[in-house]
C-alpha cells in the first residue's frame, strides 16, 4: 500500500522556522522526484519545490527562495522540506508529491497535506 505521510505543521510565527516531514512508503522512493506542493484557501495548488532522484537537483518558486530548502533520505524514504523566515503569505495546506516519468505518462502520488499557519 503506497502511503506519503507529512508531519511537522503547525502555528508559527512570522519570521519563525517549520521543518516538514514526508514519510514514503509501499514504492522504490529512490526512483521517483519529490515535490512539495502548497494550497492557500481560496487559490490554486502551486509547486513550492521540488529534487530529483538522486537529490542532485532542486528547484523552488520564486517566493520560497531563499527561505525554504528540500532535502531528501533514499535510505530513509523521508524528503523533507525547511521552512525559514516564515511569512503569513506561506499559510497554507503543503503535500508531498511523488512523480516519475513513465513512456506513456507519468506515476504519481498524493500525501494528505499538513497544515501551515503563519500568524501573529
Known amino acids: 500500500q503506497v502511503q506519503l505521510v507529512e508531519s511537522g505543521g503547525g502555528l508559527v510565527q512570522p519570521g519563525g522556522s517549520l521543518r516538514l516531514s514526508c514519510a514514503a512508503s509501499?514504492?522504490?522512493?529512490?526512483?521517483?522526484?519529490m515535490n512539495w506542493y502548497r494550497q492557500a484557501l481560496g487559490k490554486e495548488r502551486e509547486l513550492v519545490a521540488g529534487?530529483?532522484?538522486?537529490?542532485?537537483?532542486?528547484n523552488y518558486a520564486d517566493s520560497v527562495t531563499g527561505r525554504f530548502t528540500v532535502s531528501r533520505d533514499n535510505a530513509k524514504n523521508t524528503v523533507w522540506l525547511q521552512m525559514n523566515s516564515l511569512k503569513p503569505e506561506d499559510t497554507a495546506v503543503y503535500s508531498c508529491?511523488?512523480?516519475?516519468?513513465?513512456?506513456?505518462?507519468?506515476?504519481?502520488?498524493w500525501g494528505q497535506g499538513t497544515q501551515v499557519t503563519v500568524s501573529s
Open positions: 508529491n511523488a512523480v516519475r516519468l513513465l513512456g506513456i505518462g507519468v506515476d504519481d502520488y
Open positions: 509501499g514504492f522504490t522512493f529512490r526512483n521517483y522526484n
Open positions: 529534487i530529483t532522484t538522486s537529490g542532485a537537483y532542486t
